[in-house]
């Protein structure tokens, strides 16, 4: 099975300081996903990679910086958090790109900007 | 874009009742289905999908979905909910060969 690890399950920041959410994926997969999930806005998709060092902006990008430096980690970096970013953050992966592929999710990192 | 619109936001249901959670999408150009369930404190995990072939595809664990190109919908079925099956239910389109657009889920309570 493959196995998608958040670093965190619950982290709080303060406002204004620098956040890293990691996330890990065992089984060599091409393409990583960063979500955010928020009651009645269900999942929504803040960055994605397809490779080492490449990344495209998905539907809500702003405030959010990505990093992608190997294959199995991928990184969400909020530059000076705010508290309008408190929510629950969602790493994905899949085997290769193709719209048949599933993705497949860690168990998430709930973040409270204080 | 793609959207998907998931009808209930909740549904609740007694023990071994049958249930459906709605799903209908727009699109113009063929589509890949999935549905994924997020059990409570956990991840989304992929519970069944439809790519091509026979419109009726079933899960392990008793849920069935079919897809209907004429209503552009993929409603997910149980004949008989167990409270196991508590639990929020995202219904997605494939967009791209990297996106995923998801519902906004549908809260499925099965109480005693």
């Known amino acids: 099975d493959v196995k998608v690890t958040q670093s965190s399950r619950y982290l709080v920041k303060r406002t204004g300081e620098k956040v890293f959410l990691e996330c890990v994926q065992d089984?060599?997969?091409?393409?990583m996903f960063w979500y955010r999930q928020d009651p009645g806005l269900g999942l929504r998709l803040i960055y994605f990679?397809?490779?080492?060092?490449?990344?495209e902006k998905g539907d809500i990008p702003e405030g959010y910086s990505v990093s992608r430096e190997k294959k199995e980690r991928f990184s969400l970096i909020l530059e000076s958090a705010s508290t309008n970013q408190t929510s629950m953050y969602l790493c994905?992966?899949?085997?290769?790109?193709?719209?048949?592929?599933?993705?497949?999710f860690g168990d998430g990192t709930r973040l409270s900007i204080l | 874009a793609q959207s998907v619109t998931q009808l209930d936001s909740q549904v609740p249901v007694f023990e071994e009742a049958p249930v459906e959670l709605r799903c209908n999408y727009s699109?113009?150009?063929?589509?890949?289905l999935f549905w994924y369930v997020q059990y409570p404190n956990q991840g989304l995990q992929l519970l069944l999908k439809?790519?091509?072939?026979?419109?009726l595809v079933e899960s392990i664990n008793g849920f069935e979905a079919e897809f209907n190109k004429s209503q552009t919908s993929f409603h997910l079925r149980k004949p008989s909910v167990h409270i196991s099956d508590t639990a929020e239910y995202f219904c997605?389109?494939?967009?791209?060969?990297?996106?995923?657009?998801f519902g906004k889920g549908t809260l499925l309570t099965v109480n005693p």
């Open positions: 994905a992966s899949s085997l290769t790109g193709g719209r048949h592929q599933p993705q497949h």
């Open positions: 089984m060599d997969h091409e393409n």
């Open positions: 990679s397809y490779d080492v060092k490449m990344k």
């Open positions: 699109s113009s150009v063929s589509v890949y």
């Open positions: 439809y790519l091509s072939g026979s419109t």
């Open positions: 997605a389109v494939s967009e791209s060969n990297y996106k995923l657009t």
